[in-house]
Each structure stands twice: as structure tokens, then as C-alpha cells.
């Protein structure tokens, strides 16, 4: 990682034509990197993560991971912005996608965000993202969990991310765009939406 890299990421990505994001009740957007309805018929958890290196993305990938070992019957999928060298290398350093013979989160690199876009994530404002509420919820992760932030080398601190539950038949059971950059996924609501 270099400062030019971790300068980058305060740069604003280029922007991409937004579908509307979806909401419970409507199908899931689909496409050849993530199909939904999924192909094995399970339920599927997403997160569309912040940049690889915020706490924030760091913190709702252990989420997703321990949720994913204890529900072998759900897919749990996050979508990274970041290019896939710094997608994978973020990954080996925050421990991997699961143990091995368990139900291991799929990753997915979007570095062009069209995916994203399709979900109706594009680029927040600065209140989104520098809100001093917001930062000090950030700071909490590092002082409470140990989660602090790590390089950033690609990817953009003002992509939107967000979370979704969407159940075999492909349709939204709970979800939506983050409110703010501290927000994580609320793994027991999604979890709950598709078991309902």
C-alpha cells in the first residue's frame, strides 16, 4: 500500500447508472456473477461492502462468516469494490472466507460497480461518510473489538454499501442501502426475514 493508493480512495469512483435499490417484496436483481434465485435453491444473505481496509467492511465480514458456519442451509455472499489482488490479500488478513469443509462465504470482486449499481449503491455524500456520530462508531470497532482500519489499496470510501436477505425463490425479504458508513448488517433480522 502506498499514500497514493490510500489518497485514491478519497477520490470520488466514476459514476454509473443506478437501477432503484430493491425492497422486500420485489425480486432480487440477477446476473451471471450473482444469480438469484441461487442455483443450490437456498436463501442468500449479501453485503455490499465498503472499501477492503475500512473496520466497518472488515466487521460485517466476520458476521457474514460466523453466520455462514452456523447456518449451512443459507448462502451468504459479499460483493467487494476493491480490485481482486487487494480483495484477496484484505481477505488472507482478516483470516479467510471460513474453515475449510464449512459453508464459506462467496466473495465477489465488482471493481467496475456494476453490481453495485444494479442494487441502486452508488456514490454517498459527506455526511454519509464523515459524520462525527459515524466516526466514532467507526472508532468503537477498534477500541471495543480491536477492529481498526487497515490499507486501503483500491476502492472508494464514498461507495454506498448495503445488505440484503433474499429467499430461494429469488424474492427481497429484507434490506436496503446503509443509512451511514458505521451501519453494519444486522445478521439476526436477515437471518430471520428468509426463515420467517
Known sequence: MSLSQEAASWLSPPAVQLSPSPQPGDKAPSCPELPLPADNNRPTIISF?????????????????????????????????SDQPSTERWLESIGGTGESG???????????????AQWGLGVTSWGHVLSPAGLLAIGKLGWERGIWNRPTESGSRWQLSGNWAVDAEGGVRWGGP?????????IEQAIYSIKA
Open 49 to 81: 461492502l465498503r472499501h477492503c481496509g475500512c473496520p466497518v467492511a472488515e466487521a460485517t465480514f466476520l458476521e457474514l462468516r460466523t453466520a455462514a458456519e452456523n447456518h449451512p442451509e443459507i448462502n451468504f455472499v459479499a460483493v467487494s469494490h
Open 178 to 186: 446503509v443509512k451511514r458508513a458505521d451501519e453494519l448488517i444486522d
Open 102 to 116: 464449512s459453508n464459506p462465504v462467496t466473495v465477489i470482486v465488482d471493481a467496475e460497480c456494476k453490481i453495485y
